[in-house]
C-alpha cells in the first residue's frame, strides 16, 4: 500500500508539471523573441494553480527551482536573438541603431517577466494568505538580474558608439578649425582603438557567465 501510494504522489506530481512543459517547449521555441511575452501570463498563471493545488510543489523551494529555470530558458532565448557577434557586426556595418534597439528590446523583455511574476505574487500572496510567496528576489533572480545588468552595459557600449561615430564627420572651421578638427579626430581615433579591444575578446559580451567583461568594460570606461 504505501508503494503504491508513493506511485500515485509520483504521478500526481508529474501530472502538474505536465501542464507546465508545454509552455516551457513554446517559450523555448519562440523564433520571436519579442513575442516571448506572450508567454509569460500563462506560465505564471499555471505556477500559480501549482501552488494551490499540489502538495509537492507549494513549497519556496520548489518555485525557486521553476522560477530559476524560466529565467535560465528566457536568457537563452535572448542571446540567441542578439549575440556580441550580432552588435559587432551592425557596428561594423554603421547599423549600430539597430543593435541599441534589439537591446532596449531584451531588457524590456525580461523586465516584462519579472513585473509579471510580481502580479502573480500579489494574487498569490492575497489568495493563499498561509502560504504566500515569501522568497527574496535575489535568489529567483540573481542571473537574470546580472543578465539585465550586462545588457545595460552594452546599451551602454552600443550607445556610446553611436555618439563617437558623430566625430568622424566633424569638421571646424576658422583659424584654428585644422588644429580642432586634428585633435577631434585623434579623440576618434583613440576611441576606436579601444574599441577594436573589445571586438577582439574571446567570449561573447552577452554571455553573462563570462566575468571577464566586468575588467574589460571597465577599462574600457
Not at 542571446?79 to 557577434?85: N, R
Request: aromatic share 12%; proline share 2%; with cysteine.
Amino acid at each position: 500500500r504505501e508503494v503504491f501510494t508513493t506511485r500515485m504522489e509520483a504521478n500526481d506530481n508529474t501530472k502538474y508539471l505536465r501542464t507546465l512543459e508545454e509552455w516551457f517547449q513554446r517559450m523555448s521555441g519562440e523564433d520571436d523573441f519579442p513575442r516571448t511575452v506572450e508567454h509569460f501570463k500563462p506560465m505564471l498563471h499555471i505556477i500559480l494553480l501549482i501552488w494551490k493545488n499540489s502538495k509537492h510543489y507549494n513549497t519556496p523551494a520548489r518555485l525557486v527551482v521553476l522560477m530559476r529555470e524560466i529565467c535560465n530558458s528566457l536568457i537563452g532565448q535572448a542571446t540567441k536573438y542578439v549575440s556580441g557577434e550580432q552588435i559587432f557586426g551592425m557596428i561594423a556595418a554603421e547599423e549600430a541603431n539597430q543593435a541599441v534597439s534589439m537591446l532596449k528590446t531584451t531588457l524590456h523583455v525580461c523586465g516584462a517577466f519579472k513585473a509579471t511574476y510580481f502580479d502573480y505574487r500579489q494574487t498569490a500572496n492575497a489568495e493563499c494568505p498561509a502560504n504566500q510567496w515569501k522568497i527574496q528576489n535575489n535568489a529567483l533572480f540573481m542571473r537574470l538580474d546580472s543578465f539585465l545588468e550586462r545588457c545595460h552595459d552594452i546599451l551602454d557600449l552600443t550607445q556610446t558608439i553611436v555618439q563617437f561615430a558623430k566625430l568622424a564627420k566633424i569638421e571646424v572651421g576658422g583659424t584654428k578649425g585644422k588644429t580642432l578638427t586634428a585633435s577631434i579626430k585623434h579623440i576618434y581615433d583613440d576611441f576606436n582603438t579601444a574599441v577594436d579591444k573589445f571586438k577582439v575578446v574571446e567570449y561573447d559580451i552577452m554571455d553573462v557567465g563570462a566575468k571577464a567583461f566586468d575588467d574589460d568594460f571597465y577599462e574600457f570606461r
